[in-house]
């Protein structure tokens, strides 16, 4: 069983930085594309950031160069290092396990990640 | 950017009604076109893949067809349990995107 846990996620301040962690088991994580997906409040999805299997990386505009997504093979984690955090940024963050023909295949729960003073 | 564009906003109807979700794009996608529910307080669940692929578990009453720009989602027979919020999502070119999504109420 496809099983993705994140963690992480807390109140920072604007400006501040935090990282989250997304558990991986029950597939093969060296082989697959993972993402991060956001949901502020309220909102719909958004899609953050994707690490290919080969480490290829993309993000959304609003987050380059603040957000660096990473992968662990040996230890079945994916991570979302989030800097210079602002407002916007508050959301739920999910991470992802592409399919072979879907972006989006399994889902973690979430983590939520709140920016306030 | 490829823009999603889904209609109705709100979608109310009763058991056993069958419901009809339309995703258009901005620019052509051919099929990559993904559904997703999203039940309130739970993760996105993954419906439809391709456009018109159903993906595991998925019972049969929902079902896709579209390509190039216009999109469908139908759900055949509504149960309570399909009230949701259903999201399109394109993954032809970055970055990736979503439509603003259709809630159905039942």
């Known amino acids: 069983e496809v099983q993705l846990v994140e963690s992480g996620g807390g109140l920072v301040q604007p400006g501040g930085y935090l990282r989250l962690s997304c558990a991986a088991s029950g597939f093969t994580f060296s082989s697959n594309t993972m993402s991060w997906v956001r949901q502020a409040p309220g909102k719909g999805l958004e899609w953050v950031s994707t690490i290919t299997n080969g480490g290829s990386t993309y993000y959304t505009d609003s987050v380059k160069g603040r957000f660096t997504v990473s992968r662990d093979n040996s230890r079945n984690t994916l991570y979302l290092q989030m800097n210079s955090l602002r407002a916007d940024d508050t959301a739920v963050y999910f991470c992802a396990k592409a399919g072979a023909e879907s972006s989006f295949e399994y889902w973690g729960q979430g983590s939520l990640v709140t920016v306030s003073s | 950017e490829i823009v999603l564009t889904q209609s109705p906003a709100t979608l109310s109807l009763s058991p056993g009604e069958r419901a009809t979700l339309s995703c258009r794009a901005s620019q052509s996608i051919s099929d990559y076109l993904g559904w997703y529910q999203q039940r309130p307080g739970q993760a996105p669940r993954l419906l439809i893949f391709?456009?018109?692929n159903r993906a595991t578990g998925i019972p049969a009453r929902f079902s896709g067809s579209g390509s190039g720009t216009d999109f469908t989602l139908t759900i055949s027979s509504l149960e309570p349990g399909d009230s949701a919020v259903y999201y399109c999502?394109?993954?032809?070119?970055?970055?990736?995107?979503f439509g603003g999504g259709t809630k159905v109420e039942i």
């Open positions: 999502q394109q993954r032809t070119s970055w970055p990736l995107t």
């Open positions: 391709d456009a018109s």
